[in-house]
């Protein structure tokens, strides 16, 4: 079955809004807004006036977890300075969902891990809006929305039992595949969890080869394309790779190399087996 994901080349805070109206959900509730605060540094992440708007418009707190490596997100401390100094409390609540440990998500259905380890202020939470910024990253080779659920709303300890794909003193040196197989399992128990109450809009724009994770980033080679939104985050992230693998822009190569590099496909691959969603889709233009 086709799922729909909406798309406009139109990069202005307002074209989020068009988008999630037109996905036809109402977000009800607490809302959880999950998005990249970005790493002291980092030049490319997406700044809080940019996502004001969107947020706003569901009355959404932002919601995080901590690192599990050195940085200036790896404590709560750290990174409550770091959502402070980049704006992000200035625009809306904010919570550091593993500032009071952690809460157990059981994944039936895993690959290579049964249970996602996330922060347990993610009970406080009716609805879940995901706000993913599209580009590259230097582990899973692409980061999008199935890497935002998993990884994202991971605790700093859930981080580490997805990287050693369920054993954790193999944090960096895992299995690769294995790796991105427990990342779509981790995305698998959030999406059943807010099944039916949770939105995905992926920003297409400042795509370096690098995440916003990384405090020093390579500068973006591949132009901004546009915004893309749906209730399938299979299908969405397929899209986003779609639309870079046909663009016509001559930077495009550095991302397309860094992804397959990495295999970053197999966690779309791998979310699909899991049901997630679909990567058979039809892109609806609203331009």
Known sequence: ???????????????????????????????AVKLHSGE??????????????????????????????????DTTKAHWETMQSHGWTAIAPVDIMDEE????????????IAKDFVGS??????????LSHFKGHPMGGFGGALKNISIGIASSHGKVHIHGAGDEQKFWDSDHDSF??????????????????VAYLNVMRNMSVDCDCCAVAADPKIGD???LASLDPVALDQACLDLVYRSDDPGKGDLIQRIESLNGVHTVEAAAELGIGSREYELVELD
């Open 225 to 227: 394309i546009g915004i």
């Open 121 to 130: 202020h993610l009970t406080r939470y009716d609805s879940l809006l995901v």
């Open 40 to 73: 002291v540094g980092n030049q490319n992440f997406l700044r809080p006036d940019f996502m004001k708007p969107m947020i706003d418009k569901v009355g959404g707190t932002i919601v995080e977890c901590n690192t599990a490596y050195e940085g200036s997100r």
């Open 180 to 197: 991105l197989e427990a990342m779509a399992d981790a995305a698998w128990a959030i999406h059943d969890r807010f099944k039916g109450k």
């Open 101 to 112: 440990g952690e809460l157990e998500l059981p994944i039936p259905c895993g690959k290579r």
């Open 1 to 31: 079955m086709r799922s729909i994901v909406y798309f406009t080349r139109d990069l202005a805070p307002t074209a989020m809004l068009r988008l999630y109206d037109a996905l036809g959900v109402t977000l009800e509730g607490k809302v």
